[in-house]
């Protein structure tokens, strides 16, 4: 156990993955014997060939707090996988993979089909192409991707087939996707721009539609987070994050403007919101500056700096790698347990933070 007068946390258990990881997770899932409680997804670079594996791997979490591998259960697979969501039921896993598709997993039969993003007559020239990141809309319905060649898709679940193709949305890869309503989503890349779009203005060739408003002065580096900021009812406020070390509020109704511009001296790649007791908190996986605790202060768009968890290669105390993957579980209230992986050494932790 480690305390200050602010806050105190406590490792439980650490484990090494078979494979790199990007993506970790707390997961129910009642109807597997035995019971799931989490999993990781894998990205795994050979360096000597370059070759692309992957999969996921299931853990229960022991009374004690202990890490338990599930290893029958575990899928390997011959791409890696990028991003990962869950349908509302717990019973599907989608995936955004290395080789320019998303792939849905059905726990109950055991089953999962692979979908490339592309038609076939495309998918020689875009095979080595990756898709990033995925959104599912809230009927489940439709699956959202973005792909490092700056293209967004959207594909029919059902059908498989591809609804719309918006093609250099970005510049560059695309990081970031967060769907607003049904008809609303926004963008973040590599080109250092947030772009608001509007699915209603689809143009007749299902290959491009106007984006609503551009923000391209904000940030200089790529824009690797983005979500409702959960602490502003009027649900109107986003929140990002980037390799800019900056975080930045917006109104989504005037996207160029910034409402508050927060200096992290450290990058963001995913950031969860919580609340413990009385307090609002940012946790944020930070890359290369290992893990960073931020708590909103009275002013909600003030922020006060509480834990930094550097990367510690000569220590065995935390993670060692670039850190990626995280994920969070609120205990009443009173304190809040944490997933967190680092890619090149494995390494997926479980602990705990609590506020004083």
């Not at 717990?90 to 998303?102: C, G, P, Q, R, V």
């Not at 779009?197 to 551009?214: A, E, G, Q, V």
């Not at 908190?281 to 834990?307: C, P, R």
Request: hydrophobic fraction near 35%; proline fraction near 1%.
């Amino acid at each position: 156990m480690i305390e200050n007068e602010n806050y105190k946390y406590e490792i439980y258990d650490k484990y090494i993955c078979e494979q790199n990881i990007d993506r970790i997770k707390f997961f129910k899932n009642e109807l597997k014997d035995p019971k799931i409680d989490l999993l990781s997804a894998g990205y795994h670079l050979n360096k000597d060939t370059q070759n692309k594996t992957g999969g996921i791997f299931f853990f229960q979490i022991s009374p004690d707090k202990k890490l338990i591998p599930l290893k029958e259960n575990n899928i390997l697979l011959d791409y890696g996988i990028l991003d990962i969501k869950f349908s509302q039921n717990n019973n599907l896993i989608f995936t955004a993979n290395s080789d320019y598709s998303y792939t849905i997993f059905n726990l109950i039969n055991n089953t999962f089909k692979k979908t490339y993003l592309c038609n076939n007559e495309k998918l020689n020239e875009k095979i080595k192409i990756t898709n990033d990141v995925i959104e599912i809309d809230t009927s489940e319905q439709k699956i959202f991707s973005g792909s490092n060649d700056g293209n967004i898709y959207i594909n029919d679940i059902n059908s498989e087939k591809n609804i719309l193709s918006i093609e250099q949305a970005h510049e560059f890869g695309i990081w970031s996707l967060k769907l607003l309503d049904d008809n609303n989503f926004l963008s973040g890349g590599e080109d250092a721009k947030i772009k608001l779009w509007d699915l209603r203005l689809n143009n007749s060739d299902n290959k491009n539609i106007k984006n609503l408003i551009t923000n391209d002065k904000s940030y200089n580096s790529s824009i690797n987070y983005i979500d409702r900021y959960k602490f502003d009812l009027s649900n109107n406020i986003i929140i990002s994050g980037s390799y800019d070390e900056k975080i930045i509020f917006f109104d989504i109704r005037k996207l160029k403007e910034e409402i508050k511009v927060i200096k992290t001296e450290h990058s963001s790649w995913d950031i969860k919101q919580s609340t413990i007791g009385d307090k609002n908190i940012l946790l944020i996986s930070s890359i290369y500056e290992g893990f960073n605790i931020w708590e909103i202060a009275d002013n909600k768009y003030d922020m006060k700096h509480v834990l930094r968890l550097p990367l510690t290669k000569d220590k065995d105390i935390f993670h060692k790698s670039i850190v990626y993957g995280l994920d969070i579980k609120n205990n009443n209230k009173k304190n809040i347990d944490i997933l967190s992986c680092s890619f090149y050494d494995n390494l997926m932790m479980y602990w705990n933070y609590a506020p004083i």
